[in-house]
């Protein structure tokens, strides 16, 4: 099984602050994709940003940006600009290995505080 | 277009009942994957279907658990004899086709409470 690590259970930052939530990941494939999930009080799981591993140009969607590094096996959400919509639960989610479902950290709470 | 719904929304139930967990996929989805969120822990991976069909049951926690999937759409997770540690919520998602560069869209989820 593949391992995720999110070694941040908590964060909290003030709107408008730039926040980096970190994931290491561990997995013996060379080509796979990487996601990060925001799920928000309403439990609804939305997909946030999305990384292919076989790209170099690490993946952006506005506020949001990965800094993938493949060789580390690490894979670290910064969001700027933040706002209070982003508080949540993130959670970082490498491949579990063919079609299986994903492997999800643990996750980490970010509050966005006003 | 209609996303994932799940149905109950929220479900209580006594120890040692059984429940019915419903997932309705996004239409034309041949993927969809069931997983178990229980309280301060992330996403547990229990069974996927290709179609109608689930190649890989390992993940199911034990042999209360059992899901089918008819007509390659509505899947259905039975939890037999509940007991209290079956309590999370459990989080149905689909996706166009399996495998982990198709992005999976999620349902709403069911939270499943054995008292």
């Known amino acids: 099984a593949q391992t995720v690590t999110q070694s941040q259970p908590e964060m909290s930052v003030q709107e408008a602050e730039t926040v980096t939530l970190s994931c290491t990941y561990d997995t013996s494939e060379n080509n796979y994709y990487l996601f990060w999930y925001k799920q928000p009080p309403s439990r609804q799981m939305i997909l946030v940003i999305r990384q292919e591993a076989y790209k170099q140009q690490n993946a952006t969607e506005n506020r949001f940006s990965v800094n993938f590094q493949k060789a580390a096996k690490s894979f670290s959400l910064k969001i700027s600009d933040s706002q209070l919509g982003d508080t949540a639960m993130y959670f970082c989610a490498p491949p579990g290995g063919g079609a299986d479902g994903l492997t999800f950290g643990k996750g980490t709470h970010l509050i966005i505080q006003p | 277009g209609a996303g994932v719904s799940q149905s109950p929304s929220n479900k209580v139930t006594e120890k040692g009942k059984d429940v019915e967990l419903r997932c309705d996929p996004i239409?034309?989805?041949?993927?969809l994957y069931w997983y178990r969120q229980s309280l301060g822990q992330g996403l547990e991976f229990l069974i996927y279907?290709?179609?109608?069909?689930?190649?890989?049951k390992s993940g199911l926690p034990s042999d209360r658990f059992s899901a089918e999937r008819t007509g390659g759409s509505v899947s259905t997770l039975t939890i037999q004899r509940t007991q209290q540690e079956d309590s999370a919520v459990y989080l149905c998602a689909s996706s166009l086709f399996p495998g982990s560069m198709y992005e999976q869209y999620f349902g709403p989820g069911t939270r499943l409470t054995v008292t």
């Open positions: 279907f290709q179609g109608n069909s689930a190649p890989d």
């Open positions: 239409s034309g989805h041949t993927a």
